[in-house]
């Protein structure tokens, strides 16, 4: 059981399909993809929407990730420079700032009660040196005209009570929130437009029907003109290209007891908060006093008491003065990447489109690419093609995912020999 499980409270049933159906747009997937597909096209006039998820609406990733929502991709903005120009990367990234917008927007317009907290994102150094901070800092200034304020030591540790972390940047147009309850929101807001949603509903097979497509589900089968893959890393395998192009990857989070006055003797700021490595850890507050800590990537899902045991361990490691807290809830849950870093977004055949591979930076993309494909099917707009550098290539499975693990161990180490090496500086020093 994750935590926003247990919170989420009363929602709307969604019963699994029976007999046939027709419809223009099948959206395969209930996470924030396909929901954002469905919801735009409802926004856009069109309302002969079926989505079909294989769970419980938010099941995957979009019901079990930190809770953050900001602008970029998991590329970061200094690699889409180098890829794409300056022009093209800055209108990229505008997506995403848009996208977080839309989602605080969408948050006000349909009630939706997602426990958000508009506090911003510290991005905090790991590291004494703040090389790594003055220069994003100055790229998201010059390239992309967003500005991340600069937040000294001192200050920093008035709201973060451990000498763990050098300096940060503050994003203040971010926030946080309970993802899960976003989810169903949207997908209640989907279906009080008309949209049909079904869960518990897989989508067994997906093959051709004259100019459209026909989905067999365990009890029925739909007819649609256009069909949407939204299934993230919980495979669906209705397409070989599409299931070939995606690597599953594993992150752990973990939700505290309720901390009551302790939170205090940790975090003083409502800002949630991820660091410099590359394995960072991610957390924030939770309006319960809870802390929900998160990190760690692995090829491997692992049980709760693993994750448990090995998220108390980092949270330690920067609170010390928690030792002895008590975890309620801690889970695994699987992200989509693609070997590019970027979502693989677009049209692959005529009438079936793709969204997916948010390499666990997916809240604000997500709501990009139901955006991008919604104005696609109900307009005939072409924005789509604006991913066309990163296309739906293969992640060379089975040994994709191990030169993943391979490549996370590299970093890792690389991030704790910096580590040790900058303490042993400043001993020396002492």
Request: charge should be positive; hydrophobic fraction near 45%; glycine fraction near 10%.
């Amino acid at each position: 059981m994750t935590y926003y499980r247990a919170t989420l409270g009363d929602t709307q049933d969604y019963p699994p399909l029976q007999g046939r159906a027709e419809t223009r747009v099948c959206v395969i997937g209930g996470g924030f993809a396909g929901l954002n597909t469905a919801l735009g096209l409802c926004e856009r006039g069109q309302r002969d929407v079926l989505l079909l998820e294989a769970d419980a609406i938010g099941h995957g990733a979009s019901g079990r990730n930190g809770g953050f929502v900001f602008s970029g991709f998991s590329r970061g903005e200094d690699a889409l420079l180098r890829d794409l120009g300056p022009a093209r990367a800055r209108d990229l990234h505008a997506g995403t700032v848009r996208a977080v917008e839309l989602i605080r927007a969408r948050a006000r317009r349909y009630g939706i009660d997602c426990d958000l907290v508009d506090a911003g994102v510290l991005w905090v150094n790991w590291f004494r040196d703040p090389a790594v901070l003055r220069a994003r800092q100055r790229l998201l200034r010059e390239h992309f005209d967003i500005d991340w304020r600069w937040v000294p030591r001192d200050e920093l540790r008035a709201q973060l009570q451990t000498e763990r972390y050098h300096d940060a940047l503050y994003e203040p147009d971010a926030f946080h929130f309970h993802p899960l309850k976003y989810a169903h929101g949207i997908a209640a807001a989907a279906a009080g437009q008309g949209a049909r949603l079904h869960a518990h509903t897989p989508a067994l097979s997906l093959a051709r029907a004259g100019a459209g497509w026909r989905v067999r589900t365990p009890a029925g089968e739909v007819q649609a003109e256009q069909v949407v893959l939204a299934c993230g890393g919980y495979l669906a395998g209705l397409h070989r290209r599409v299931d070939a192009g995606v690597l599953p990857i594993a992150t752990y989070v973990m939700a505290t007891e309720p901390l009551g006055a302790r939170l205090q003797e940790a975090m003083r700021t409502r800002a949630a908060v991820y660091d410099t490595r590359f394995a960072f850890d991610y957390y924030r507050p939770l309006p319960d006093t809870r802390i929900l800590w998160g990190g760690r990537i692995s090829i491997l899902q692992r049980s709760p008491d693993a994750v448990r045991r090995l998220l108390l361990r980092d949270l330690l490691r920067v609170y010390p003065q928690l030792d002895g807290v008590g975890v309620d809830f801690a889970w695994s849950g699987l992200m989509s990447y693609a070997r590019h870093q970027m979502p693989q977004l677009g049209r692959i055949e005529d009438g079936l489109w793709l969204a997916q591979a948010f390499g666990g930076h997916g809240v604000a993309p997500t709501t990009l690419a139901g955006e991008t494909l919604a104005a696609a099917i109900a307009a005939g707009d072409e924005g789509w093609r604006a991913f066309a550098d990163y296309p739906l290539v293969s992640a060379l499975k089975p040994a994709g995912l191990l030169a993943a693990q391979l490549e996370y161990w590299r970093l890792q180490a690389a991030d704790a020999w910096r580590d040790r090496r900058e303490h042993i500086g400043a001993g020396r020093r002492t």
